[in-house]
């Protein structure tokens, strides 16, 4: 561990932190692989990265885009990525694959570690069974390491971990489990946005816009709709190769991407270009101030002590649509 930023006094900080103390194990956020993979390659393929043998990622589901710009340029296409799924609450990995035994897949978690037993459940609270299919992640059977209560409110445990589905650890994320029982992690259950009775999650739409190549990072959140309920707002990072591009054109093309991967339903009402997102330190967006700006609440966006940048939720605000 070290103290800083990945980018003082330069985007290869990491990088010649690896060299110098020949690194075998390095393990992030995907929004440190995004915000270094916007920037020239050179900060990376000038350092000497052979004493790595495991890449791991963590905070939030990695997109598609940034895991191959992980595996090739960090990892030189010889080290496994783990793609850890857990949580504080959880005191540990739940789901991982297990270097150089499970074989890797772009943006899945993969397999439960041994003793783990998810779950997909449904709106109904029941479970869904075999493969190609999605629903709410809970945990069916107790494992060490799990959170035993909150201090000094043991009832505020039970509801926030227990009440959902009889018997089981509701996580908070969806996930889903493909033909071969891996599974991905889609979110939190609370970012899916119902828009004109079409329930949609925000992690596979920010999937499709992060692969356009003028694009580095995106955020969706929803705001009211008078017609749709709800609308999907975008907060969008240029790579800088984007920079000099037209905006309006942009902002169709991307729409374009997502009709493509997703379908148009998942179109994007509002699309701002933004120079960052507001992050806590561990690098995970704070979507709840994003969604009261898009909402036009900025009266009251809560605490912001945990931001590691919060000078950019002002830009946002003062630039917002």
């Known amino acids: 561990m070290f103290e800083g930023v990945p980018s003082y006094p330069d985007f290869g900080r990491f990088w010649d932190v690896v060299q ?4 075998t194990q390095f393990y992030t956020a995907p929004t440190a692989i995004r915000a270094l993979a916007k920037e020239n ?9 052979s004493s790595l043998k495991v890449l791991g990622t963590v905070g ?17 296409k010889k080290c496994p990525i783990v793609d850890t799924w857990w949580q504080t609450e959880t005191g540990g990995i739940l789901i991982s694959p297990i270097p150089f035994s499970t074989p890797t897949k772009p943006t899945y978690a993969t397999l439960p570690l041994p003793g783990i037993q998810p779950a997909l459940i449904d709106e109904n609270g029941e479970e869904i069974t075999g493969n ?28 926030t971990y227990f009440s959902a589905f009889k018997n089981m650890y509701f996580t ?4 889903l489990r493909d033909e071969v029982g891996y599974y991905r992690i889609t979110g939190r259950v609370d970012d899916v946005i119902i828009v004109s009775g079409h329930n949609l999650g925000t992690a596979p739409i ?18 009211p709709h008078d017609i749709k309920g709800n609308a999907l707002y975008g907060y969008v990072i240029l790579k800088e190769t984007g920079e000099s ?6 902002k169709k093309e991307i729409n374009q991407v997502i009709t493509e991967h997703i379908g148009p339903i998942a179109k994007l009402d509002k699309i701002q270009f933004v120079p960052g997102l507001p992050k806590t330190r561990s690098g995970k967006i704070m979507r709840r101030i994003l969604r009261k700006i898009a909402s036009k609440d900025t009266s009251n966006l809560g605490d912001t002590s945990t931001l590691l940048n919060p000078e950019v939720v002002e830009n946002i605000i003062e630039k917002a649509l």
């Open 20 to 23: 110098k103390h020949k690194v």
């Open 41 to 49: 390659l050179n900060f990376v393929t000038e350092h000497d990265l």
């Open 60 to 76: 939030e589901p990695i997109n598609e885009e940034a895991w191959h710009w992980y595996n090739d340029h960090v990892g030189d």
């Open 172 to 175: 908070g994320d969806g996930a």
């Open 206 to 223: 920010e999937d499709a816009i992060n692969e356009h190549p003028a694009v580095a990072e995106s955020a969706i959140v929803g705001f």
């Open 245 to 250: 591009r037209d905006r309006d054109n942009l």
């Open 132 to 159: 190609q299919v999605d629903g709410r992640l809970c945990i069916k059977f107790p494992w060490p390491s799990m959170a035993r209560t909150i201090w000094g409110d043991h009832q505020r445990y039970k509801d």
